[in-house]
């Protein structure tokens, strides 16, 4: 008798030679994504007003990529894109579409829409190469639970999906940072260090991100929401901003002077750009200005004045040392490049509409010094005062 060859399933789908999900590949889905492996999709740790109710095939265009909920676009995704939108359709281009992994979740809606919980990034590119359509996870209400909760729980597992597997790409901090922001809008947490860093640790999960960045995220929540007559807090995430404050504030290059911003983490780097910005516009003055990006940390005063102290110390380290190696010790005294100041970030600190001069940072640094000697000295009568009530 012949041994009849069996075919066996394909475990990864030739994204080239066909357009459609088969049953037979449903079926493979099924197989390889095992629920017990996956118990935040699936099991104990899912969300309490999720249910899930299967993995099904369904029409490309049966999911409302668009849908919002509330007034909140339902996107997992800081700005609504993948970083690694490239690597990872090189990768199912030419490897094809990976059927290991848990596949793109949907969620009903009240009024039986389906919803992306996650998944866009392969959406695209599965429209990119004219997939008609998807091997889907559902999830609905569960019963006895608002659709509020049902929402809230959604946010956070939009992001716990993205949480560490490939083709999904990595969560970003951004991403983390978005959804707490969303969820002090909405009412789900408040505006409390130990809500938000609950959040945060929730969507995380397990293996993403170390307790500092997870910290930085919770501080950098805490202090946006701060209340605004007590503070106002800047952050200088990209050059469009900056450019923006300088043009807003009238800081414009002309014939004579060009505003240069540095990073307060790239001192060295800000060095050899001023040189070349100097080499490259000669007579002009080259006014450094650095910015101190994200202010991250719980006292945001104190994050804000270190930055920009470290920063100055390490140019002028820099500067002594190639001085030192490559002229003898000698120091140009009327070099164009001049380290100006600051961009402003904290409303109590100073003038939000000009940049800091050094001497007034180094002032401000005094008094929180001072200050917090002060509250150590009065915390040490306290004590010294309940002894005594004690004996």
């Not at 007034?71 to 996107?75: E, F």
């Given at each position: 008798m012949l041994n009849k060859k069996i075919k066996k399933p394909q475990i990864v789908v030739d994204t080239r030679s066909q357009n459609r999900f088969t049953k037979e590949d449903l079926e493979t889905s099924n197989r390889l994504v095992v629920e017990d492996s996956y118990p935040q999709f699936y099991g104990e740790d899912l969300p309490k007003s999720m249910s899930y109710t299967g993995r099904f095939i369904v029409e490309a265009n049966d999911i409302d990529w668009e849908s919002r909920y509330g007034?909140?676009?339902?996107?997992a995704r800081a700005g609504g894109g993948n970083p690694k939108h490239k690597?990872?359709?090189?990768?199912?281009?030419?490897?094809?579409?990976?059927?290991?992994?848990?596949?793109?979740?949907?969620?009903?809606?009240?009024?039986?829409?389906?919803?992306?919980?996650?998944?866009?990034?392969?959406?695209?590119?599965?429209?990119?190469?004219?997939f008609k359509n998807r091997i889907v996870d559902i999830y609905e209400i569960q019963e006895g639970y608002s659709w509020d909760q049902y929402d809230n729980d959604a946010s956070q597992f939009g992001?716990?999906?993205?949480?560490?597997?490939?083709?999904?790409?990595?969560?970003?901090?951004?991403?983390?940072?978005?959804?707490?922001?969303?969820?002090?809008?909405?009412?789900?947490?408040?505006?409390?260090?130990t809500d938000i860093s609950n959040r945060v640790n929730t969507v995380c999960g397990k293996g993403m991100f170390t307790k500092a960045k997870r910290d930085e995220i919770t501080f950098r929540?805490?202090?946006?929401?701060?209340?605004?007559?007590?503070?106002?807090?800047?952050?200088?995430?990209?050059q469009t901003i900056i450019k923006n404050w300088l043009d807003t504030k009238k800081y414009i290059d002309n014939d004579k002077v060009i505003y240069y911003t540095v990073s307060h983490s790239t001192p060295s780097k800000g060095i050899t750009g001023?040189?070349?910005?100097?080499?490259?516009?000669?007579?002009?003055?080259i006014r450094v200005v650095v910015h101190t990006s994200v202010l991250t940390a719980f006292d945001i005063e104190r994050c804000y004045i270190n930055r920009v102290k470290?920063?100055?110390?390490?140019?002028?380290?820099?500067?002594?040392?190639?001085?030192?190696?490559?002229?003898?010790?000698?120091?140009?005294?009327?070099?164009?490049?001049?380290?100006?100041?600051?961009?402003?970030?904290?409303?109590?600190?100073?003038?939000?509409?000009k940049i800091v001069d050094f001497k007034s940072i180094a002032k401000e640094d005094q008094r929180l010094a001072k200050e917090s000697e002060e509250e150590y000295l009065y915390d040490e009568e306290s004590e010294e005062e309940s002894e005594e009530e004690f004996v």
């Open positions: 007034d909140n676009t339902q996107t690597e990872i359709r090189q990768d199912i281009r030419e490897y094809g579409f990976k059927l290991k992994h848990p596949p793109i979740a949907l969620r009903r809606l009240k009024n039986g829409k389906l919803v992306p919980l996650n998944g866009r990034t392969r959406n695209m590119i599965l429209n990119e190469l004219n992001l716990i999906a993205n949480a560490g597997h490939d083709p999904a790409g990595n969560l970003m901090l951004e991403d983390i940072y978005r959804e707490c922001m969303i969820a002090i809008q909405k009412g789900w947490i408040k505006n409390d260090i929540v805490y202090n946006h929401y701060r209340d605004s007559d007590e503070m106002s807090v800047f952050s200088y995430k990209s001023a040189a070349k910005m100097a080499f490259d516009n000669p007579g002009k003055e470290e920063f100055v110390i390490e140019w002028e380290n820099i500067l002594q040392k190639i001085s030192s190696g490559y002229y003898n010790g000698k120091v140009r005294s009327n070099s164009p490049i001049k380290l100006y100041g600051a961009l402003p970030a904290v409303s109590t600190l100073h003038n939000l509409d």
